[in-house]
């Protein structure tokens, strides 16, 4: 069982995960390429479902699967408990990590990633994850949902079948609490409509621009080719949003990234899904973060959260659509 502590020189909590990795040598292993172990059968094809829990949810024509949910073989977090914070002394506190963490599989092909996903199937795994979250919102004890695609081993991913993962945690994390505060800050208008306007007003760091999604390069990118997916309906909720809604941000991930292939190469990323947390009503306008992961972080941005980025966000554009 994971457990949360808190680390009181940021107020934030940490998840320590025992289980998964005990061994050093497992460790190591992760540096590996994806593919390490061919003799293990890939858990994600079709015709293995047995290797995973049943699924939760299942996507596709009758019989067989495009979209599957699973619940995570390993979570990192996991039960019904409320956050019940322990203080054992002064600095040693901690909490149980309760919660959710399910396995979005979102395509039967090992090789295909969300670039290679036809309309439909783009909008078939949003819709699973506007579900899932749906579903997270019913528990009390599940305060964040945290929808993630990790492609490619410099963004943490262990399995090479394209798959993303759902979390739901028993706390608001604090780079939710700081984007919530950017909002607030912001004041009355929103922040993310605001800034929607402002960017295709510019124009220079605009990607795509369709009826229903802008991407841009963010005028504060922090890495090179960083993209954020803004929907232009107004919602704080990814899960109560109008699912043509949802399912036109899905095709718009997917021409984002099939650019980023076509134009950088074949480089791993991250997708992060942000929303609000389920009980907050806002100010808040949900939007998805795409982060390649062409440089890592070094010492400067660890030791001080500054990101160095070496790619001027309007140049990349330019690359980008160029
Ligand atoms: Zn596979
Ligand atoms: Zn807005
Ligand atoms: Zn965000």
Redo the contacts with the bound molecule.
């Keep these: 069982m994971s457990q949360l502590r808190l680390n009181p020189l940021t107020g934030r909590w940490v998840t320590v995960a025992a289980e998964r990795a005990s061994r050093p040598g497992e460790l190591i292993s992760r540096q590996l390429p994806v593919e390490a172990d061919p003799s293990r059968k890939?858990p994600?094809?079709p015709g293995n479902e047995e290797a995973t829990p049943p699924a939760l949810e299942t996507y596709g024509p009758g019989g067989t699967w495009l979209v599957r949910v699973v619940p995570n073989l390993f979570p990192a977090f996991e039960g019904n408990e409320p956050l019940r914070v322990q203080n054992l002394g002064p600095v040693f506190t901690q909490a149980s990590a309760s919660g959710v963490h399910e396995v979005l599989v979102f395509s039967p092909e090992?090789t295909h990633t969300w670039a290679d996903l036809d309309d439909k199937h783009a909008g078939l795994a949003m819709a699973a994850i506007r579900d899932r979250m749906e579903d997270h919102a019913r528990r009390t004890t599940v305060r964040y949902t945290q929808a993630i695609v990790n492609a490619g081993r410099e963004a943490g991913a262990s399995l090479e079948?394209p798959h993303g993962q759902l979390l739901g945690i028993p706390f608001v994390p604090g780079e939710i609490a700081e984007e919530e505060a950017g909002f607030r800050r912001f004041g009355e208008s929103c922040l993310l409509c605001t800034m929607a306007e402002a960017e295709r007003q510019a124009d220079h760091r605009v990607v795509i621009d369709d009826e229903k999604v802008l991407v841009v390069c963010p005028y504060w990118s922090g890495a090179p080719y960083e993209m954020l997916v803004l929907p232009r309906t107004h919602e704080v909720h990814l899960e109560s949003t109008a699912p043509a809604d949802v399912v036109a941000v899905g095709r718009a991930i997917r021409d984002a990234l099939a650019l980023l292939r076509s134009k950088v190469g074949d480089t791993a990323y991250n997708l992060v899904f942000h929303t609000a947390p389920h009980h907050h009503d806002g100010p808040f306008h949900w939007h998805v973060h795409i982060v390649p992961r062409l440089t890592s972080l070094a010492g400067f941005e660890q030791g001080t959260g500054v990101m160095i980025n070496i790619v001027a966000p309007e140049l990349a554009t330019r690359h980008l659509t160029g």
């Design positions: 890939c994600f094809c090992h079948h």
